[in-house]
């Protein structure tokens, strides 16, 4: 499985950017998709996930409300809407896939994509 994400840039707090992550290969169904995080000097974090088969979708609690995570299943690809953009926001947004019931923990995924640099300024 390959996964190219793309969409990150430099946006002013306040404001919006839409990653994507388009995935290729031996795709399933029973994939979660992840997205995580890892600003300079910090652990990789989890952000969002959701189940390619039933769409469930999962936040951390410092995103709720303000990141929307869905699918195109047509495309193969998983977004992730970012809206309200903090400065703590800043950091290299990572997709991910695995199968099974992780949701959070980052050394459960088994595929990854490049990352995007996401920058908010203050």
């Known amino acids: 499985v390959q996964l190219q994400a793309s969409g990150g840039g430099l946006v002013q707090a306040g404001g919006s950017l839409r990653l994507s992550c388009a995935a290729s290969?031996?795709?399933?169904?029973?994939?979660?998709m992840g997205w995580f995080r890892q600003a300079p000097g910090k652990e990789r974090e989890f952000v969002s996930a959701i189940r390619w088969s039933s769409g469930s979708t999962y936040y951390t609690d410092s995103v709720k409300g303000r990141f929307t995570i869905s699918r195109d299943n047509a495309n193969n690809t998983v977004y992730l809407q970012m809206n309200s953009l903090k400065p703590e926001d800043t950091a290299v947004y990572y997709c991910?896939?695995?199968?099974?019931?992780?949701?959070?923990?980052?050394?459960?995924?088994?595929?990854w994509g490049q990352g995007t640099l996401v920058t908010v300024s203050s």
């Open positions: 290969g031996r795709t399933s169904s029973s994939y979660i």
């Open positions: 991910a896939a695995k199968e099974g019931f992780s949701i959070t923990t980052a050394t459960m995924y088994k595929y």
